[in-house]
């Protein structure tokens, strides 16, 4: 069974503060994607890292994909009230009767006071 | 691209009723749906998951005769709910790729489920 243990799962901080988010797992797996959820709705896809060592910038958000596609971190400069929600990082599994299933992590509860 | 809808947004029935859950790809054909349920302020929890034409993959501890899923076609997967107790009131999501390269899934909206 694979794990992907995320942290923190509670983040409150103020408006201009920076934050990082962590996914950590003993797997490999082939992709890891980031999404974004308010409450009441559906998760949005952020983001999907495939390559080792692979950093994706997406405006004030920077997604980063271990060199061993173990881990993963998202790290959010100058947090805004928008960026509010919880977040998810999510791994691929490939093949057999795994596929296309996604693991999560436990998520991470973002609230940024303005 | 990738819009899932999800129909109802929201369900009220009695106990001992079943509920029917939709979910569409609205603009590209999904190899694969998953059903996921969740719990205030959780992540969310994998409870099938179903191909085109195949019968659905449960998780364990998911009560197939309880969650019926049918993947009918290549855009459309339905969620029943048989016989819904209190127990059963959740958040109900279901998410759908095409992906076979990275297994981005694209999720619907989510169907809020409260049974009486």
């Known amino acids: 069974t694979q794990l992907l243990e995320q942290s923190p799962q509670f983040l409150s901080i103020q408006e201009g503060e920076n934050l990082t988010v962590y996914c950590n797992s003993s797997?490999?797996?082939?992709?890891l994607q980031w999404y974004r959820q308010e409450p009441g709705e559906g998760p949005v896809l952020l983001v999907t890292?495939?390559?080792?060592?692979e950093v994706k910038k997406l405006k004030r958000l920077t997604f980063q994909f271990g060199d061993a596609r173990k881990d993963s971190s998202l790290h959010i400069t100058a947090a805004q009230p928008g960026d509010t929600g919880l977040y998810l990082c999510a791994g691929a599994s490939a093949g057999g009767t795994s596929y296309g299933k996604l693991t999560f992590g436990q998520g991470t509860i973002l609230t940024v006071h303005p | 691209g990738a819009v899932v809808s999800q129909h109802p947004s929201w369900v009220i029935c009695k106990s001992g009723t079943s509920v029917k859950i939709e979910c569409r790809s609205l603009?590209?054909?999904?190899?694969?749906m998953f059903w996921y349920r969740q719990f205030p302020k959780q992540s969310l929890m994998l409870m099938a998951t179903?191909?085109?034409?195949?019968?659905?993959?449960?998780e364990q501890g998911v009560e197939k005769d309880k969650f019926l899923i049918n993947h009918a076609s290549l855009t459309l997967s339905t969620l029943t709910v048989t016989s819904a107790h209190p127990e059963d009131s959740s958040f109900y999501i279901c998410?759908?790729?095409?992906?076979?390269?990275?297994?981005?899934?694209?999720f619907g909206p989510g169907t809020r489920l409260t049974v009486t």
């Open positions: 998410s759908a790729t095409g992906d076979r390269v990275n297994y981005e899934q694209y």
């Open positions: 179903s191909n085109e034409g195949s019968k659905a993959t449960y």
């Open positions: 603009d590209f054909q999904a190899t694969t």
């Open positions: 797997s490999v797996f082939s992709s």
């Open positions: 890292v495939v390559t080792g060592g």
